[in-house]
C-alpha cells in the first residue's frame, strides 16, 4: 500500500506561482510518479510525468510554466507552477505506480484556483 499525500493548493491570482508537493510513504525511486488535474465538468488529464532516469514530459498547456522534480531524501515529488493562468484552475492529484507491481495509487487530491 502506498500513501499520497499532497499539499499546497490554494487561491492566487493570474501570473503567479504556487508549489504543491507529493509526499510518498515508500522509496520514491520504487514508484512513476505524475500529477493529474481535473476542472469541473472536465475529465481528468495528464500534467507532468517523471520517469527513473529523470526524464520529464508535460501537457503541451504548460510547457515552459510548470516544472516537476522529486526529493529523494524527503520521498516527495514536487510541481511548481509559474505563470498560473485561471484555466489551471483545477482539482491537483498526485499519482503513482509501483515499478514493480504496476498497482496504481492516487492522493486525496489539492485544490488551486487561478483567480483576480
Known amino acids: 500500500q502506498v500513501q499520497l499525500v499532497e499539499s499546497g493548493g490554494g487561491l492566487v491570482q493570474p501570473g503567479g506561482s504556487l508549489r504543491l508537493s507529493c509526499a510518498a510513504s515508500v522509496n520514491i525511486f520504487s514508484i512513476n510518479p505524475d500529477w493529474y488535474r481535473q476542472a469541473p465538468g472536465k475529465e481528468r488529464e495528464l500534467v507532468a510525468h517523471i520517469g527513473s532516469d529523470g526524464s520529464t514530459n508535460y501537457a503541451d498547456s504548460v510547457k515552459g510554466r510548470f516544472t516537476i522534480s522529486r526529493d529523494k531524501a524527503k520521498n516527495t515529488v514536487y510541481l511548481q507552477m509559474n505563470s498560473l493562468k485561471p484555466e489551471d484552475t483545477a482539482v491537483y492529484y498526485c499519482?503513482?505506480?509501483?515499478?514493480?507491481?504496476?498497482?496504481?495509487?492516487w492522493g486525496q487530491g489539492t485544490q488551486v484556483t487561478v483567480s483576480s
Open positions: 499519482h503513482a505506480e509501483v515499478r514493480l507491481s504496476r498497482n496504481n495509487y
